[in-house]
């Protein structure tokens, strides 16, 4: 059986060597290694609403031993935000919603 940490590793190695463009969409909670595993290093994308991280603002909030409440502020020093990820230039572009149609 093939171990969590080789099969990420072996995801990264496929992803950086397609040889077809990738685009990935960031559409929620993008944590951990898997997910930055599936992040393309070239055409990244996040919803108005999603984050990417390596853990959670809970896990490094607990990671750190800090109470529950401060989690927010954990949030805020990681820089998380499509806005902070994008002017950080890890994404490409954030994804908004069509606007609705006066139909």
């Known amino acids: 059986m093939r171990r969590p940490h080789t099969a990420i590793a072996e995801l990264f190695i496929a992803v950086a060597s397609c040889p ?3 685009t990935s969409v960031v559409i929620g909670e993008g944590v951990s290694g ?3 595993a599936l992040a ?3 055409d990244l994308w996040v919803a108005r609403d999603g984050y990417l991280a390596v853990t959670a603002p809970e896990l490094a909030a607990s990671i750190l031993k800090l109470p529950a409440d ?6 805020a020093r990681l ?6 990820l994008l ?3 890890i994404v490409h572009g954030i994804v908004r919603p069509p606007a ?3 139909g």
């Not at 401060?70 to 949030?75: D, K, S």
Request: no cysteine; charged share 15%.
């Open 70 to 75: 401060e989690v927010p502020q954990v949030a």
């Open 100 to 102: 609705a149609s006066a």
């Open 87 to 89: 002017s950080r230039g």
């Open 34 to 36: 898997g997910a930055l």
């Open 40 to 42: 393309s290093p070239t």
């Open 20 to 22: 077809v463009p990738i």
């Open 79 to 84: 820089r998380l935000t499509p806005a902070e």
